[in-house]
């Protein structure tokens, strides 16, 4: 009578249809954070290296256990066998052996080194350059030739050459857009560079890649690929304002139809931030201090018209915003953005009505 089957058979059983499962769920193509398609030029050389190394592993892996299954049933041993032929110091053999691997080495070697110089320094030609500050734990981004300062999230227009300078305001992180870039770490004290051209348009996850603290999961951030005339009304809206563009000239944003009780909400919203000690840490359009410093927090301008808050963890919707100011800490445990003291409903309302009109 036949038993049913061990835990370990029936694992088995299962195996061929868990190792098709997986590769299904690794060729989806809207994996997000996949660097198997990339996205960019920097990426494409990243990956072909990655591809050009599996090759020549599995070449080394079908010879070598080719070999070992070879002998071992071939030269299996048996009852009463005599001592087998000794080959110890063959020189045919020590020669192949030698000369096999170090061709391998040499065919991984040279576009290993090809791929390390073209991608360890800036990009020269016509660039566009953003710098990168890395925080704890959200990013900041400079346009430092458009008179730009956003956070979290940036933007780069398609088929052009972006170089990214970075640096980090704390401790050390890693910047890491998988599907543009290989992973670099960002250092206080020290700039590194990093580039890529995007091919395609559309959102691209990033997140920090270094342990940086109790946050660093939720450390990440959107690459927005535009095409180039969306890139430029992008650069034109952001400049709205900016004390970069027209020497500290505040201009409010008041695009779009008004009407009095959202503009009375907004301007309550306004005095509350300034009040509220907001300013101490964030700059923002129409305040005083509207970017040209590096604050702690990250710079709000704009904050209406991005797609996420919260270093990319909550979609940017009036009651996520309402959810993080009325306790950040339960959101996003440890953060440092610490409340002066608890807000009211109505204060949230004033505030969400004021960060949501600045787009
Ligand atoms: Cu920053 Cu991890």
Same mark, same amino acid.
């Given at each position: 009578?036949?038993?049913?089957? @061990?835990?370990?058979?029936? %694992?088995?059983?299962?195996?061929?249809?868990?190792?098709?499962?997986? %590769?299904?769920?690794?060729?989806?193509?809207? !994996?997000?954070?996949?660097?198997?398609?990339?996205?960019?030029?920097? @990426?494409?050389?990243?990956?072909?290296?990655?591809?050009?190394?599996?090759? $020549?592993?599995?070449?080394?892996?079908?010879?070598?256990?080719?070999?070992?299954?070879? +002998?071992?049933?071939?030269?299996?041993?048996?009852?009463?066998?005599?001592?087998?032929?000794?080959?110890?110091?063959?020189? @045919?053999?020590?020669? #192949? $052996?030698?000369?096999?691997?170090?061709?391998?080495?040499?065919?991984?070697?040279?576009?290993?080194?090809?791929?390390?110089?073209?991608?360890?320094? !800036?990009?020269?030609?016509?660039?566009?350059?953003?710098?990168?500050?890395?925080?704890?734990?959200?990013?900041?981004?400079?346009?430092?030739?458009?008179?730009?300062?956003?956070?979290?999230?940036?933007?780069?227009?398609?088929?052009?050459?972006?170089?990214?300078?970075?640096?980090?305001?704390? %401790?050390?992180?890693?910047? $890491?857009?998988?599907?543009?870039?290989?992973?670099?770490?960002?250092?206080?004290?020290?700039?590194?560079?990093?580039?890529?051209?995007?091919? #395609?348009?559309?959102?691209?996850?990033?997140?920090?890649?270094?342990?940086?603290?109790?946050?660093?999961?939720?450390?990440?951030?959107?690459?927005?690929?535009?095409?180039?005339?969306?890139?430029?009304? $992008?650069? +034109? *809206?952001?400049?709205?304002?900016?004390?970069?563009?027209?020497?500290?000239?505040?201009?409010?944003?008041?695009?779009?139809?008004?009407?009095?009780?959202?503009?009375?909400?907004?301007?309550?919203?306004?005095?509350?931030?300034?009040?509220?000690?907001?300013?101490?840490?964030?700059?923002?359009?129409?305040?005083?201090?509207?970017?040209?410093?590096?604050?702690?927090?990250?710079?709000?301008?704009?904050?209406?018209?991005?797609?996420?808050?919260?270093?990319?963890?909550?979609? *940017?919707?009036?009651? *996520?915003?309402?959810?993080?100011?009325? *306790?950040?800490?339960?959101?996003?445990?440890?953060?440092?953005?610490?409340?002066?003291?608890?807000?009211?409903? @109505?204060?949230?309302?004033?505030?969400?009505? !004021?960060?949501?009109?600045?787009?």
């Amino acid at each position: 009578m036949e038993t049913s089957p @061990g835990p370990s058979r029936r %694992l088995l059983r299962i195996a061929p249809a868990l190792c098709l499962l997986l %590769l299904i769920a690794g060729c989806a193509e809207n !994996y997000p954070q996949t660097t198997l398609l990339p996205r960019g030029d920097f @990426g494409r050389m990243v990956d072909s290296l990655f591809r050009t190394t599996v090759f $020549w592993a599995a070449i080394v892996f079908v010879l070598v256990e080719g070999a070992l299954l070879f +002998a071992i049933f071939k030269f299996r041993g048996r009852p009463d066998d005599p001592e087998p032929r000794q080959v110890h110091g063959h020189t @045919g053999l020590e020669v #192949v $052996w030698t000369i096999i691997p170090a061709f391998i080495l040499v065919m991984i070697a040279v576009p290993t080194i090809k791929t390390i110089f073209r991608t360890s320094d !800036y990009a020269s030609g016509d660039v566009i350059t953003v710098e990168v500050i890395g925080h704890q734990w959200w990013w900041e981004f400079r346009y430092p030739d458009l008179g730009i300062v956003t956070a979290n999230e940036f933007r780069v227009p398609v088929d052009r050459t972006i170089n990214l300078r970075m640096t980090s305001a704390d %401790l050390i992180h890693s910047f $890491w857009v998988p599907q543009f870039a290989g992973k670099r770490d960002v250092l206080p004290g020290r700039h590194n560079p990093l580039w890529f051209k995007a091919e #395609v348009t559309g959102s691209f996850n990033g997140q920090c890649a270094e342990f940086c603290g109790v946050q660093h999961a939720r450390m990440s951030f959107v690459l927005h690929v535009d095409s180039a005339a969306a890139f430029e009304a $992008w650069v +034109a *809206n952001e400049r709205v304002g900016s004390p970069l563009v027209n020497s500290g000239r505040v201009v409010r944003d008041t695009t779009g139809p008004r009407d009095a009780a959202a503009d009375s909400l907004e301007r309550a919203g306004q005095a509350a931030f300034t009040a509220g000690g907001c300013l101490g840490c964030h700059a923002m359009v129409g305040t005083p201090l509207a970017g040209t410093t590096s604050l702690k927090g990250p710079n709000l301008s704009h904050v209406g018209s991005r797609t996420t808050i919260v270093a990319g963890m909550l979609q *940017n919707t009036p009651d *996520n915003l309402a959810r993080w100011l009325s *306790n950040p800490d339960s959101v996003k445990p440890g953060v440092l953005m610490i409340l002066p003291r608890k807000l009211t409903s @109505g204060e949230i309302a004033t505030l969400v009505a !004021y960060l949501r009109s600045h787009r």
